[in-house]
């Protein structure tokens, strides 16, 4: 997988691959700049082309390759079969539509796909219409902006027959998102909501199409933490309630340790480490992972100097022969200097059967790093 | 709280930015609206020393940061600089005091021109204080200046896109540290940066510190750089302190229901401690209509009526003068762990201890 | 691309500042600028067909005067002299001769078009350079200082306002309007366009500065002392430049097309003058008969304002310092200066 950008070409992610069971969070962790966001874009296939080039490689999603599919039916992919959650919430939402008239297109493209009908966005859904109703004023709370219950009342008094049962399936979905009032929320524009529940919303559009793969890409970054907490809180009991696989992407090792029951930790392009959550957390087995464990804050300035890891990530222009961590790796020797790069191989594996990855030549030196 | 003359000291200090009202309002005589950005905050920097200022996006820790570097007017209320009331003073008076008082962006990019080479940005302060400075005295002076915050003096005639995010944050300190300010105001120096360049500016800041004797105020959503770069920390929560105090007291035993919150929702790289649920539960009121009574009882798990009514005071709390809090039942929920606001996953850690009375969460 | 070890990335990147020295004397500049034009095939047109454009232009007008000095009698680059009725025979097709042909006066295309490229390009330049000074004055003083509630802010209000209402006309109706009243002739009708060419120069740095007010690095400047009137040249004014002149290279164009126009309606310069609009204005009845007499004036026309156009396209490259470090270095891009902690 490479980018096309000017003159040279950049490989953003490089033979990068991992398997996402069945009903399993995988994280995918790393730095600004390591490819995840791209991993992320590239399964659905939502990578501009060109700029982005896939060289090689397969994304199989039930049992299809879907860089094999031809173009117009990744569509009927997206949304049904792989669903998405983006870092900012009021860039992915229309500005110009209330929310319940988006999560309505959602959850209707998905029923009309389960016909087998085109869904195309229409008569259907526009019924519903969640207009008329008076602007906000400034100063008006913005969480909570008042809406005189008639005119809610008359907006689903409008609405057809048909659409009634649409109107319902939108208002259980913002209930499955513990959204208080979705009778009020449906009304409103992406603006009038606070960030957390902008979040709510897109998780339940993701949702509403029920999607078999949820790819979520940083979705709590944006959020102040204890919005974080709720929205995660939230991830974690819908987990359990709605069955979907999610690629969890963040750069928060907190946040992928509390989330994940697999972590893949990438490098400049390079999955270096794939395996059970408790095993990278605990007994990393490649010097990036055990690096960026040991450099998060967390002591008083009295206990001595951060722990941190000189140097910075490659460019991916020029990437470093060998391993791409050599340059700043403290157990790095002549054999990391020189190509080939490591191979992405497996520890023995553990008494559960759970398979650890790792692509470094001396993994068993890891846990002797400080 | 001590004898010593703290080199800033802010007291009862306001900040609004009225709102525009419509042409109907005006007409049916609304009254005109503000934000109540900062409203009504006391507190102190001596010298040398790190004050972290934690709080959530929209509690004011910005804007009280700008008022502090006299960006901002401040609407009432008293910013004394050694002493001196510097709230109002303008014009040449207030450029020569901005001497004493630097500022650092959370915006690596932003913060610096792109179009000026790194010795211009860095000597700007200097050129400002010294219109009369020679070209050559200047980029020496940068040239010295460059190693001290971690950058190789031939950087002098980059331009700043040149730099990655870290090196960028390095300017920013550079350009601050040029004039050997009594205070830096840190926004949010670190929170664009990635964990491990983070680790290294937050060293290089407190290294800095104990060569040249610099105060901080460190503003931050970043409990764990607070942690480690702060002796006393102040936690806001709508344009208001919620608690004050020493590093160790406010992040070991918080006391406000809103710092223990705070602490409980923050991820911890811990595998063993999973949460599966978190407590508090409701949004973050605006600033425009604050709850009346205690800004946090909109949230808050221990919330009883008097909370709802009448405000709290900053107030000492468990024998210690340094540490204060703003809470009426401070007393009675000082020994609840945050821990008790989450639940752990899996089931088989102990259960979550019941929230003491009146605890019905507003939700 | 190089494989280097990230020693040798900083080595690459101090060797970046020898190899692009401080001061960037004329030379680097003139080295610079060549390739990025070499980098860009479409600014390197551009630039070609603005400097031929120019350069004709100039010696057009200059050359009589000096060969007169030198010679005592005048030379032109014109191979005829322009508008010279029953010259030629009519109607002549292009030839060797007469390369556009000659046209119902029996004049030679070729000179009538070459003769009105200094007008034309005068007036693009005079026009948008003089909009561009007096636009760009009042779009930095109402955009920069336009608190509300002092003097300087009820200032900005005026000017913004006195804008809105110039720009509430339609551009060429006001245009025409003003020349119908002052009169024909070449002042006039500079003066029309400039009247309703000024106010896009306030809006556009108005929007500019109000942006530009509000970056950090502005904060910054203003938190380390630097007083208002330095803040206002070092960062605003400077990074002003870029897209102002991105804008007045692009609108050189815009502002001929605007005066054919108006001179095709017929009421901008004398018909004696040559000038495109005119020619046009002589021509209209020829598209069947004579095309190559429309044709010539037309490809004049495009020519300069593609020229133009695709010159302050590549401006904007050429003057960002962000993308001059990525062509004048390639493979470059990426040096990104690494700091020991």
């Given at each position: 997988m490479e980018y096309r950008v000017g003159a040279g070409t950049f490989r953003a992610l490089n033979d990068v691959s991992f398997e996402l069971p069945t009903h399993r969070v995988v994280g995918i962790v790393g730095e600004t700049g390591c490819g995840k966001s791209t991993l992320g874009h590239a399964i659905p296939r939502l990578l501009p082309q060109p700029p982005a080039i896939v060289r090689s490689g397969k994304v199989v999603f039930r049992g299809v390759d879907l860089l094999r599919l031809p173009k117009w039916q990744m569509p009927s992919i997206r949304g049904t079969g792989i669903g998405m959650i983006f870092q900012e919430p009021i860039n992915s939402l229309n500005p110009a539509f209330r929310v319940g008239d988006q999560v309505a297109e959602a959850v209707h493209i998905r029923r009309m796909r389960e016909r087998g009908l085109d869904p195309t966005f229409r008569r259907d859904v526009q019924g519903t219409d969640y207009s008329r109703r008076e602007m906000p004023r400034a100063g008006d709370v913005v969480s909570a902006p008042f809406v005189p219950p008639a005119l809610v009342d008359r907006a689903k008094a409008r609405s057809p027959p048909v659409s009634k049962e649409l109107h319902e399936e939108v208002l259980s979905f913002l209930r499955l998102v513990r959204i208080n009032d979705p009778e009020r929320i449906v009304s409103l524009f992406p603006h009038e909501l606070s960030g957390g529940m902008r979040q709510r919303i897109m998780i339940a559009m993701a949702l509403s199409g029920k999607p078999g793969l949820l790819i979520a890409d940083e979705p709590t970054s944006a959020l102040d933490v204890t919005i974080q907490a709720q929205v995660l809180t939230l991830m974690k009991e819908l987990m359990e309630e709605v069955q979907t696989s999610i690629l969890f992407i963040s750069h928060d090792l907190g946040v992928i340790a509390e989330m994940a029951d697999e972590v893949g930790v990438m490098y400049a392009g390079h999955l270096i480490e794939f395996g059970p959550v408790a095993e990278i957390f605990e007994s990393p087995r490649h010097p990036y992972t055990k690096a960026l464990l040991r450099s998060i804050p967390n002591r008083y300035k009295s206990e001595g100097p951060l722990p941190s890891l000189a140097g910075s990530v490659p460019n991916l222009s020029r990437m470093p022969a060998g391993c791409a961590f050599h340059p700043r790796c403290p157990i790095a020797r002549d054999v990391c200097r020189h190509d080939p790069e490591p191979p992405f191989v497996a520890a023995p594996a553990g008494p559960d059967g759970a398979v650890h990855r790792s692509a470094c030549y001396f993994p068993e030196e890891v846990a002797s790093l400080p | 709280m001590t004898d010593e003359v703290p080199l800033l000291e802010v007291v009862e200090l306001q900040k609004h930015f009225p709102l525009a009202r419509t042409l109907t309002e005006a007409l049916r005589g609304h009254a005109r609206l503000a934000i109540r950005a900062v409203d009504g905050v006391s507190f102190d920097v001596r010298p040398g020393e790190t004050v972290g200022l934690i709080g959530e996006s929209g509690s004011g820790k910005t804007t009280l940061g700008w008022l502090v570097a006299r960006l901002h007017e401040p609407t009432s209320g008293a910013i004394r600089f050694d002493g001196r009331d510097i709230g109002h003073l303008q014009g040449r008076a207030l450029r020569a005091w901005r001497r004493n008082v630097q500022i650092v962006f959370q915006d690596p990019v932003g913060s610096l021109d792109p179009r000026m080479r790194v010795w211009e940005i860095v000597s700007e302060p200097i050129r400002a204080q010294a219109p009369r400075t020679r070209r050559a005295e200047l980029r020496e002076r940068v040239r010295q200046l460059l190693p001290t915050v971690g950058l190789p003096p031939e950087c002098l005639d980059q331009y700043p896109h040149e730099f990655s995010g870290g090196g960028r944050q390095r300017l920013s300190l550079a350009r601050a540290l040029s004039l050997q300010p009594r205070l830096v105001v840190l926004d949010?120096?670190?929170?664009?940066?990635d964990v491990a360049v983070q680790a290294q500016i937050l060293n290089r800041l407190v290294a800095l510190q104990s060569e040249f004797g610099f105060a901080y105020l460190l503003i931050t959503h970043n409990v764990s750089a607070v942690k480690y770069c702060a002796d006393r920390v102040a936690v806001m929560y709508l344009g208001k302190l919620a608690e004050v105090g020493p590093v160790h007291a406010v992040l070991e035993r918080p006391i406000h229901p809103y710092t223990k919150a705070l602490l409980a929702a923050l991820p911890v790289p811990d595998v063993r401690r999973r949460r599966a649920r978190y407590r508090i539960s409701g949004e973050i009121p605006t600033l425009i209509r604050p709850p009346p009574g205690c800004r946090f009882a909109t949230r808050c798990p221990f919330v009883i009526d008097r909370c709802r009514t009448e405000e709290p005071l900053l107030r000492v709390v468990a024998?210690?003068?340094?540490h204060r809090v703003a809470c009426h039942r401070a007393e009675e929920v000082a020994d609840i762990r945050p821990e008790t606001l989450i639940q752990v996953e899996p089931a088989a850690d102990p259960p979550a201890t019941p929230l003491p009375a009146a605890a019905a969460p507003a939700s | 691309m190089a494989s280097a070890t990230a020693s040798a990335a900083r080595a690459a990147a101090a060797g970046s500042v020898e190899e692009e020295p401080s001061g960037s004397g004329v030379r680097s500049s003139v080295v610079l600028f060549y390739r990025i034009l070499r980098a860009n095939i479409l600014t390197l047109v551009g630039f070609v067909l603005v400097v031929v454009v120019s350069v004709t232009a100039l010696l057009v007008v200059v050359v009589p005067p000096i060969t007169h000095l030198i010679l005592g009698h005048s030379l032109s680059i014109l191979p005829y002299p322009p508008l010279d009725t029953n010259a030629f025979p009519y109607y002549q097709a292009p030839s060797l001769a007469h390369p556009f042909g000659t046209d119902q006066n029996g004049a030679d295309v070729f000179s009538n078009v070459v003769a009105a490229l200094p007008t034309d390009l005068g007036i693009g330049f005079f026009v948008a350079g003089v909009s561009l000074v007096l636009g760009g004055l009042l779009g930095l003083v109402a955009g920069f200082w336009d608190t509300p509630g002092t003097l300087s802010g009820a200032a900005s209000v005026t000017i913004m306002r006195l804008t809105d209402i110039f720009l509430s006309f339609p551009t060429l109706v006001l245009a025409l309007a003003i020349t119908a009243t002052l009169g024909r002739g070449e002042i006039e009708s500079e003066i029309a366009i400039l009247a309703t060419w000024w106010p896009f120069y306030v809006r556009l740095t108005r929007g500019e500065v109000l942006s530009i007010k509000t970056q950090p690095y502005v904060i910054a400047a203003r938190a380390a002392g630097v007083p208002e009137s330095r803040i206002l040249f070092r960062h605003v004014v400077r990074n002003l430049l870029e897209p102002l002149a991105v804008y007045f290279t692009m609108d050189v164009g815009t502002v001929i097309v605007t005066y054919s126009t108006i001179s095709y309606i017929g009421v901008g310069v004398p018909a004696s003058i040559p000038e495109w609009g005119n020619l046009m204005y002589g021509y209209q009845d020829l598209l069947l008969t004579a095309p190559w007499t429309v044709w010539s004036v037309t490809g004049a026309i495009f020519v300069t304002v593609l020229g133009f156009s695709l010159l302050g396209d590549g401006l904007r490259d050429i003057l960002d310092p962000r993308s001059r470090r990525i062509v004048a270095s390639p493979g470059r891009q990426s040096s990104k200066l690494e700091p020991s902690s």
């Open positions: - | 949010e120096p670190t929170s664009a940066l024998g210690d003068p340094s | -």
